[in-house]
């Protein structure tokens, strides 16, 4: 069976997803109809069921595994699914190959690869703090290997909050050296400063704020947790700690982004850029990626409100003079929707996996 990254437009297909939004809605003519978003390992789109009748209204919920026939179409240059049959499935499925991870998108990158290369940054860091971020971490292992970073644009999939969080911290690894800055304080902002997603958002049957997270936020959250566990840890000075705390309410930048302090500190901007070109780039690979109509542009993306120019560039091979590979469009299969949403420089994408490493 198809998976969604390898769809083409015109495609007719039966295969097994996730509902992972779920809405009924009406037409103009007050006709029913399903309003999804469907995953599964490899991405997420959109699709429509515009036959809803009674044995699917109420039957299927946000959450479930279900079998669908459907077939691939354009709208405004985007693929989405038109759905002609869906079910909850059935035992018998698993025989058809059904597998509930097979249905659930997820991070690209090996997830007990990127904990160990996370903890090892960490415990590289000044003892205390490399103490202080472990105490931090360990208690929420199982959440923070799992969680999504956020419910649509930016890692909105199991494991995207670890991915996030590395691949930012690296960042600023690179920025601590380059940067005349406190490399112990630049990485503790790094690591911490969406701690609070483990409580704003929640993973189990689909992705979901939680009430704390619709109320107060991760930014705050994040502050929580770490003022929190400092207490109890007790030996961290407290100007260090300060200096954290802004970091984190200061990460999203700006305030029309949600910021509740602009940075204020050299650490606290370099966090934040580091934390904004994560999402905005992997939010212009998704938006090439999910892109397969065959013009050169991308459709217009909302967010970032312009087109993506999708040929890549070319050069023949230096040391042969052999022509290189062909042009082509930016392609991986691990991509999904990234269509709405704001730019909080939080709500924004992942890296783009690389082959050739095991992590972001
Ligand atoms: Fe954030
Ligand atoms: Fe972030």
């Known amino acids: 069976m198809p998976r969604i990254s390898e769809l083409r437009e015109g495609e007719r297909f039966d295969g097994f997803f996730r509902i992972r939004e779920y809405g009924e809605r009406e037409t103009r003519n007050g006709k029913k109809y399903l309003d999804l978003v469907l995953e599964d390992r490899s991405a997420a789109l959109p699709a429509k069921v515009w036959e809803a009748g009674e044995q699917v209204l109420g039957v299927i919920e946000q959450g479930d595994f279900v079998k669908v026939r459907a077939s691939v179409e354009s709208?405004?240059?985007a693929l989405?699914?038109?759905?002609?049959?869906?079910r909850k499935v059935?035992?018998?499925?698993?025989?058809?190959?059904?597998?509930?991870?097979?249905c659930v998108e997820q991070t690209p990158f090996d997830i007990d690869s990127?904990?160990?290369?996370?903890?090892?940054?960490?415990?590289a860091c000044h003892p205390l703090?490399?103490?202080?971020?472990i105490s931090v971490f360990d208690p929420y292992e199982e959440k923070f290997k799992t969680w999504p970073a956020a419910l649509r644009i930016h890692h909105p999939y199991l494991g995207g909050l670890l991915e996030h969080t590395l691949s930012v911290t690296k960042t600023c690894l690179y920025l601590a050296d380059k940067y005349d800055v406190s490399k112990d304080l630049l990485i503790a902002g790094a690591m911490l400063h969406d701690i609070g997603k483990v409580d704003e958002l929640s993973a189990s049957g689909g992705i979901s704020y939680t009430e704390e997270g619709r109320l107060l936020g991760h930014v705050v959250l994040s502050r929580d947790i770490v003022r929190d566990r400092a207490k109890q840890f007790g030996k961290l000075p407290e100007e260090?700690?300060?200096?954290?705390?802004?970091?984190?309410?200061a990460h999203q930048g700006q305030l029309e982004w949600g910021t509740v302090k602009v940075p204020?500190?050299?650490?606290?901007?370099?966090?934040?850029?580091?934390?904004?070109i994560d999402a905005k780039f992997n939010l212009v690979v998704r938006t090439i990626e999910l892109d397969r109509g065959d013009e050169p542009f991308t459709s217009r993306n909302?967010?970032?409100?312009?087109?993506?120019?999708?040929?890549?560039?070319?050069?023949p091979l230096a040391s042969e003079g052999e022509p290189g590979p062909e042009p082509s469009s930016v392609s991986d299969p691990s991509v999904s929707d990234s269509s709405s949403g704001d730019v909080s420089g939080d709500d924004l994408g992942p890296p783009v996996p690389d082959p050739d490493s095991g992590s972001p």
């Not at 260090?240 to 309410?249: A, R, S, W």
């Not at 650490?267 to 934390?275: I, K, S, T």
């Open 75 to 77: 709208y405004r240059g």
């Open 80 to 86: 989405q699914l038109r759905v002609q049959k869906i």
């Open 90 to 102: 059935i035992d018998e499925d698993f025989e058809e190959g059904f597998s509930p991870e097979d």
């Open 114 to 123: 990127m904990w160990e290369e996370i903890r090892q940054i960490a415990l």
């Open 129 to 133: 703090v490399g103490e202080f971020l």
């Open 240 to 249: 260090f700690l300060l200096h954290i705390e802004h970091m984190i309410l």
């Open 264 to 276: 204020m500190t050299p650490e606290a901007m370099l966090l934040h850029y580091a934390d904004d």
């Open 302 to 315: 909302s967010i970032m409100q312009r087109s993506f120019y999708k040929v890549r560039p070319f050069l």
